[in-house]
């Protein structure tokens, strides 16, 4: 199974590294990306999904996005995949540069540098949200900002570093950290929680054992050095962070993370969803301890 499990890994990867080589469009993303791979490995979507979050954590790619979601607008978001290796973020680099220059003139009737249009617009980049100007500034922005990770980290994107990685992941028979979609499921185990788990949930869901195995905190860790604001937003907003002290450590930790937006380039780029992800916890804070007043 875990044999298996890693081919596919393995798979994937391969196929994301060929197209940002050599394919049409250079960089795959979930539009399409998604349904080939469930044909070609005969999964559901949310398997494709833990899969790339995977390889994520493994650092065998990056996950760009190039379109962010808008329920107002019924928007749907967009990501896009890179291998994790500068050679081939490189030649990523390139292609992004031109598609952004050549989408900068055909929409602003200018004809600018990549280096001066990323400068210009870099804080505008949601008013050109899903167009193709808005596509190529993102794509542009993130593989520079990866590439400089990579600089700063090299011994942790080598293939010796991944394989490593990719082999003790599931070498154990041991669940691995959840991935965004993993959390959410609604999968109910035949197992009932022990009465001493802190983390009762009826359906005994993913999150409730990973809460209970790792501690709130610890996850709540992961998530933020993975970027991953909305997947905490999601579940606060669903109830399955809802104790005060994981509340106050989460608000804690953003209101630490906006001061070190000048030492961290890719944090600056999610801003908005850091300021948004505190007022909803402080929200939350709010409303249990005036609940707390009342009962007491």
Same mark, same amino acid.
């Given at each position: 199974?875990?044999?298996?499990?890693?081919?596919? &890994?393995?798979? +994937? %990867?391969?196929?994301?590294?060929?197209?940002?080589?050599?394919?049409?469009?250079? !960089?795959?993303?979930?539009?399409?990306?998604?349904?080939?791979?469930?044909?070609?490995?005969?999964?559901?979507? $949310? $398997?494709?999904?833990?899969?790339?979050?995977?390889?994520?954590?493994?650092?065998?790619?990056?996950?760009? *996005?190039?379109?962010?979601?808008?329920?107002? #607008?019924?928007?749907?978001?967009?990501?896009?995949?890179?291998?994790?290796?500068?050679?081939?973020?490189?030649?990523?680099?390139?292609?992004?540069?031109?598609? &952004?220059?050549?989408?900068?003139?055909?929409?602003?009737?200018?004809?600018?540098?990549?280096?001066? !249009?990323?400068?210009?617009?870099?804080?505008?980049?949601? $008013?050109?949200?899903?167009?193709?100007?808005?596509?190529?500034?993102?794509?542009?922005?993130? !593989?520079?900002?990866?590439?400089?990770?990579?600089?700063?980290? %090299?011994?942790?994107?080598?293939? *010796?570093?991944?394989?490593?990685?990719?082999?003790?992941?599931?070498? $154990?028979?041991?669940?691995?950290?959840?991935?965004?979609?993993?959390?959410?499921?609604?999968?109910?185990?035949?197992?009932? %929680?022990?009465?001493?788990?802190?983390?009762?949930?009826?359906?005994?869901?993913?999150?409730?054992?990973?809460?209970?195995?790792?501690?709130?905190?610890?996850?709540?860790?992961?998530?933020?050095?993975?970027?991953?604001?909305?997947?905490?937003?999601? #579940?606060?907003?669903?109830?399955? +962070?809802?104790? &005060?002290?994981?509340?106050?450590?989460?608000?804690?930790?953003?209101?630490?993370?906006?001061?070190?937006?000048?030492?961290?380039?890719?944090?600056?780029?999610?801003?908005?969803?850091?300021?948004?992800?505190?007022? +909803?916890?402080?929200?939350?804070?709010?409303?249990?301890?005036?609940?707390?007043?009342? *009962?007491?």
């Amino acid at each position: 199974m875990a044999v298996t499990r890693v081919k596919i &890994l393995q798979d +994937i %990867a391969n196929l994301i590294k060929e197209e940002n080589l050599r394919g049409k469009e250079r !960089i795959p993303t979930s539009e399409t990306f998604i349904k080939k791979m469930m044909n070609l490995h005969s999964k559901t979507a $949310e $398997e494709i999904f833990t899969f790339l979050d995977n390889l994520k954590e493994l650092h065998f790619i990056f996950i760009i *996005s190039l379109v962010q979601p808008d329920q107002d #607008l019924y928007l749907e978001g967009v990501d896009g995949y890179v291998y994790a290796d500068v050679s081939v973020l490189n030649e990523v680099k390139h292609n992004s540069e031109q598609k &952004l220059v050549t989408a900068y003139e055909n929409t602003l009737y200018k004809r600018k540098s990549a280096f001066q !249009i990323t400068r210009e617009l870099f804080n505008k980049v949601k $008013e050109y949200n899903n167009t193709e100007l808005g596509r190529a500034l993102n794509e542009t922005v993130m !593989i520079e900002d990866y590439l400089r990770i990579i600089a700063s980290n %090299a011994f942790e994107y080598s293939d *010796s570093y991944r394989k490593e990685k990719l082999y003790k992941l599931f070498k $154990e028979d041991e669940p691995a950290l959840l991935s965004h979609h993993e959390m959410f499921s609604d999968e109910e185990s035949s197992q009932h %929680a022990p009465e001493k788990q802190r983390y009762f949930d009826p359906s005994n869901s993913k999150w409730a054992k990973a809460a209970n195995q790792f501690s709130v905190p610890f996850l709540i860790k992961i998530h933020f050095r993975k970027y991953e604001f909305d997947v905490v937003k999601k #579940l606060i907003n669903t109830s399955k +962070i809802s104790m &005060l002290e994981d509340l106050i450590f989460i608000r804690n930790t953003l209101k630490f993370l906006e001061t070190q937006l000048d030492k961290d380039i890719i944090l600056k780029y999610h801003i908005d969803k850091i300021i948004e992800l505190r007022r +909803i916890t402080q929200g939350k804070i709010n409303i249990l301890r005036k609940v707390q007043q009342v *009962s007491g």
